[in-house]
């Protein structure tokens, strides 16, 4: 007689959690994108990065039951790597990978630069115009956190910001210190696109004893 396996309850019911998250999900995305086709151009970069955003969330919510990493859609260039939030503000998934396509749907990490929690410089792009607008309103001594997949949380304190060429690569360098580096755009708001200056905040790692 073959032995049947039984499911936990508990574990049915986070099975029904996510398989209802994942059919709202996809309702909203398919919404938005009819939403875009009425309003237009003009709406479709806000509307794609705040979807993403929603779909991100779920694969995020994925990561953290298995610690796999798990890719929002298909096609995706990168998977969710940790959530940062600047000045407690809404927190924003990280994707692995500073490509273009990442770049279009949320903050992107720069592979080749530190890991959180590893020493060194961790780096991170987004656009000016969705993610990284708040970027506009941060000054010296503001903070800066980032949580892992394993819910671990990283702290840092902005120590510089400043505007250079886009070909300025030093503050790619590798660091002794511990820091995290936020590269956009700049100027903010402005109606120049593909302007060669980028604004850069360094911020450093806070290790509270």
């Known amino acids: 007689m073959k032995s049947i396996s039984i499911i936990p309850i508990n574990n049915i019911k986070v099975i029904e959690k996510y398989r209802a998250v994942s059919l709202f999900y996809k309702f909203?995305?398919?919404?938005?994108?009819i939403a875009i086709l009425i309003f237009g151009k003009g709406a479709y970069?806000?509307?794609?990065?705040?979807?993403?955003?929603?779909l991100l969330e779920l694969a995020w919510?994925?990561?953290?039951q298995d610690l796999l990493p798990h890719k929002?859609?298909?096609?995706?260039?990168?998977?969710?790597?940790?959530?940062?939030?600047?000045?407690?503000?809404?927190?924003?998934?990280?994707?692995?990978?500073?490509?273009?396509?990442?770049?279009?749907?949320?903050?992107s990490w720069l592979a080749g630069s530190s890991a959180f929690n590893s020493g060194g410089n961790s780096v991170i792009f987004a656009h000016n115009d969705t993610h990284?607008?708040?970027?506009k309103n941060i000054v010296i001594g503001d903070d800066i956190s980032v949580k892992s997949a394993d819910r671990q949380i990283y702290r840092y304190q902005v120590s510089e910001t400043k505007v250079i060429n886009e070909l300025d690569l030093s503050v790619l360098a590798l660091t002794?210190?511990?820091?995290?580096?936020?590269?956009?755009c700049y100027p903010f708001d402005s109606p120049i696109s593909n302007s060669n200056l980028r604004f850069v905040v360094i911020a450093k790692r806070i290790i509270l004893i």
């Open 28 to 33: 909203l995305f398919i919404y938005l994108l």
């Open 176 to 184: 002794e210190e511990e820091v995290i580096t936020l590269i956009t």
């Open 45 to 54: 970069i806000q509307i794609k990065a705040q979807v993403a955003q929603v």
């Open 132 to 135: 990284f607008n708040q970027l």
């Open 61 to 64: 919510y994925q990561q953290q």
């Open 72 to 107: 929002a859609w298909s096609w995706a260039d990168g998977y969710p790597l940790a959530k940062i939030s600047i000045n407690n503000q809404d927190p924003l998934i990280i994707l692995s990978g500073a490509t273009g396509s990442n770049l279009a749907f949320a903050p």
